[in-house]
């Protein structure tokens, strides 16, 4: 922008500056500027102690407010916990010394919709924070020679044309500390629950350099979701970024709130992102949680339909500053993204009106660095960074399925695999509707226990197996035994795949359920009926055999032996319940013997 100072100063007090006053001024001006400037003083009523000196666009505040302004940045900048802070407010008193601080101002030329264009700020950098006169602020998100294009975190009837706009020197931030957990917040960090202000630990920019390759380490502990097929099949490590994509209402976001419900006693903290929602799915979901005991260590982060697209737009990077704080002091966190496809219309709309070139679909050049800067600072940090973790469940939506659109396919290269919701299967009542063979995590058995990855064998490919076949056979009326069998084993391993929502099983039930429908053990239990055999084979066998049980639980292990007796408790179970379905073979033969009787009668009668 342009930095050309305006040849003249002007001094803004009540009272006028006397002879040695205007000589330290003039000294001031020309030491400042290599130049002799001409010093004008304006009587304003305005001011009552202290004087304001504008010098083109830059502005030396010695006003009572002003110096009041500078004490309380002060204090801000300090990092302090409570048993220290009155201690440093009586140091920071007596060491304070007002100094001449140069204040940039300008002003709004246009305001639009929600995007103002300023002049007049030759330093302001992109991404800084102005103020408004009105107290609103704005984040610079466009510069150009002789103007910024700044986004409003504001309703646009607050900032008006003509309003006087200064430099704040500071990016945008974010308040982090734990007292946010079980809260529900804005994308500036303000408490939205009505539960009262929040006092944060420190303030973090919401955007930073995501850790390097050094400063990582391999992705292999896993963070189980409670979901038998993606545990089993797709399992997500600690640190991993696993996208949920699948067209409007395929289940999608309970998948993610059931994987932060199995968080509960796992000391992982977990942040629920929602961009573009409304107001009252965000309380259903805080509600939700909360019923469930998985608030207390969530984070909500909310930016509405109703909120501006400034706020929707900078609220994924506000909530991954929060997490980054705790992954920095060796916490692990899990976050989702709920849904990232609002998240980069939000900012389409922005860039529009921010009159920037659209490309395909009408998205902005920069779309995929957008999401990239994002889900890159997800990591699995090294031991020397205290090992904490940050993983990430950001959600596309698609439409009519179609994977291959611009932000599917940006985010899918970006991220470490996905889970594939397909709504054929979820109108058809297999939920999660899981598609196995589209969804793939590209971490693998790295992210699995010992104990899953026995259990789980070969059940990926038998389901691909059975959906090519099912979809071969749909029209052939006579199939031999061999496909019937195979057909029977696919259908039933779909059964037993299928899960309620709020419903995470631990870690044993998941190996009980595989080893006993890999071994083939319910080959012959009725559709209908295998859901409730899945249950009533659960209960038996926790209670038969708890020690093993809480040892898968605890350490992720199964041993030969436990494996070997858990399925043989599942086969004999399965004898049992055959036995117990079977009807009564002299009973049968009354009730034969009845229609014949009554069959015979009928003859007679003819």
Known sequence: MNNDKTQRAYLYSDAEPTEEQTKRLESFLERTYHDRIPLRWKKTSAIQDGFRLEVGSDVYDWTLEGRMRQFQERINSMDAGEQVFIPLIRRAVNEFSPGVVREEKGEAVFVGDEIARVRGLPGVQYGEVVEFSNGVRGMVQDLRADSAGVVLFSANGDVAQGSVVKRTGRTAGMPVGIRFLGRVVNALGEPIDGKGPINHDAYRPIEVAAP???????????????????????????????????????????????TIINQNHRNVICIYVAIGQKSSSVAQIAANLEKRGALGHTIIVSASASDPAAEQYIAPYAATALGEHFMNTG???????DDLSKHAIAYRALSLLLERSPGREAYPGDVFYLHSRLLERSAHLSEELGGGSMTALPIIETQAGDVSAYIPTNVI?????QIYLESNLFFSGQRPAVNVGLSVSRVGGDAQTKAMKQSAGSLRIDLAQFREMEAFTQFSSDLDDVTKKQLRYGQVLMRLLRQDQYKPYAQHRMVILLLAALNHTMDEIPLDEVLTYREDMLTELETKYADICRRVDRNGKLLDRDKELLLKAAKEFAVRWGREGEPDEGAAGDVIEEIKEIEESLDGKR
């Open 331 to 337: 916490r692990d966190v899990l976050i989702v993204y």
């Open 212 to 258: 390097g390759i050094l400063d990582r380490q391999p992705v292999n502990h896993p963070l189980e979701t409670g979901i038998l097929c993606i545990d089993s099949m797709f399992p997500i490590g600690r640190g991993q970024r696993e996208l949920i994509i699948g067209d409007r209402q395929t289940g999608k976001t309970a998948i993610a709130i059931d």
């Open 413 to 417: 290269s970006i991220t470490d695999g």
